[in-house]
């Protein structure tokens, strides 16, 4: 006979519940600081995400929180496109991969003065068909700024093909978007912006640090102060270019001083005009390379017949002299008081202000 003692039965279920319970409330513990440092890794994303705004047809606005990596992009050597995209991606977007799409751009820019003495930059942009982000960062450690990206470079845009900027993905991936800006102004009162040169890439090679053209934008805007700081910077760096062509950059200041600076045959030249469009300036074999057209004509004999002197509207309407149909953007940049209005699309009766 066998004789079961019925307490041998008894399931301690009290004792089961409260390991349970335990084991939820780690679970739980585990899972809230998890959250929490994800949170905070990727609070200044979601925050510059939240910020982002359809101003108008075509143009978006973002206030970018936290901190560009300015200092971290001087000094990791990028040479190319895609050692550009390599750094984006591991240092804004935890190793998922962004793409780059860029083809050739016609501008023009000009600096000049209005009546009452404050400086002018004007800035056409023209590309194909795209949507413009207005970036606006006021970054520790760098000059507060405006500047303004192609979204069509990060594969963004309302056209057919291309990631909705009003989607969660394009809007993530606009945050890649300070470090490929094609022109701007920062609150010192200097402001810069690249046009394209219709002849080939240039590569320099000395013992000096590498930048890419695309970021030298992002780099002078949040670095520089006056147009000799940043010729001081550029001068530093070995400049590299991409997709078959070279590029100048027009540099400003709220002093009035303007210079077109290009890279020719391994060696960086120093043109102090006031107004370029896509042809090499600089005085020697290359100059002309790529075409002197009417619109560099058009822009100097204007300030010429005017003395140097523009209104804001002046400088709107020699910007829409010289637009092409392409013309993205339009800008008239107020050096002296950190604003600017943006013309889109050509629609040179609706100005877009920023101050």
């Not at 307490?7 to 519940?17: C, D, L, M, Q, Y």
């Not at 929180?65 to 200092?71: E, N, Y």
């Not at 982000?133 to 520790?140: A, N």
């Not at 010192?188 to 690249?194: L, T, V």
Request: proline share 1%.
């Amino acid at each position: 006979m066998v004789v079961m003692n019925n307490r041998t039965k008894k399931i301690n279920f009290a004792g089961i519940g409260k390991s349970l319970k335990k084991i939820v409330q780690i679970f739980g513990l585990i899972l809230g600081v998890l959250i929490l440092v994800i949170s905070i890794l990727l609070f200044n994303k979601i925050k510059s995400v939240l910020s982002i705004k359809h101003v108008d047809e075509g143009i978006y606005y973002m206030d970018y929180a936290g901190r560009v990596k300015t200092d971290e992009l001087l000094e990791t050597d990028i040479k190319s496109i895609s050692d550009l995209l390599e750094w984006v991606r591991k240092e804004e977007f935890y190793n998922i991969p962004v793409s780059f799409d860029e083809e050739g751009m016609g501008c023009a820019a000009f600096l000049t003065k209005t009546p009452e003495g404050n400086v002018i930059m004007g800035r056409n942009f023209d590309y194909k068909e795209t949507d413009t982000l207005v970036i606006h960062i006021s970054s520790k450690g760098c000059y507060e700024s405006y500047a303004l990206a192609d979204l069509k470079v990060l594969g963004v845009g309302s056209r057919s093909g291309l990631i909705q900027p009003d989607s969660k993905e394009g809007k993530a991936l606009m945050l890649a978007a300070p470090y490929c800006v094609t022109d701007g102004i920062n609150e010192a009162g200097f402001a810069a912006a690249i046009l394209e040169l219709e002849m080939g890439e240039t590569h320099m090679d000395t013992e000096r640090h590498d930048l890419s053209i695309y970021t030298a934008i992002r780099v002078l805007l949040d670095k520089c102060a006056t147009v000799e700081e940043a010729l001081t910077l550029l001068s530093d760096q070995d400049i590299h270019t991409g997709l078959g062509v070279s590029y100048h950059l027009f540099l400003a200041d709220n002093t009035g001083r303007c210079v077109v600076v290009e890279w020719l045959d391994g060696e960086m030249c120093i043109n102090d005009l006031n107004a370029a469009t896509n042809s090499v300036l600089t005085e020697g074999i290359h100059y002309g390379d790529g075409g002197i057209d009417s619109r560099y004509d058009t822009i100097n004999d204007t300030l010429k017949e005017q003395g140097g002197i523009l209104t804001k509207d002046e400088a709107r309407d020699l910007l829409e002299k010289v637009s092409q149909s392409n013309t993205e953007w339009s800008c008239v940049y107020d050096l002296t008081d950190f604003s600017f209005d943006v013309y889109m699309d050509k629609d040179f009766k609706k100005a877009i202000h920023f101050n």
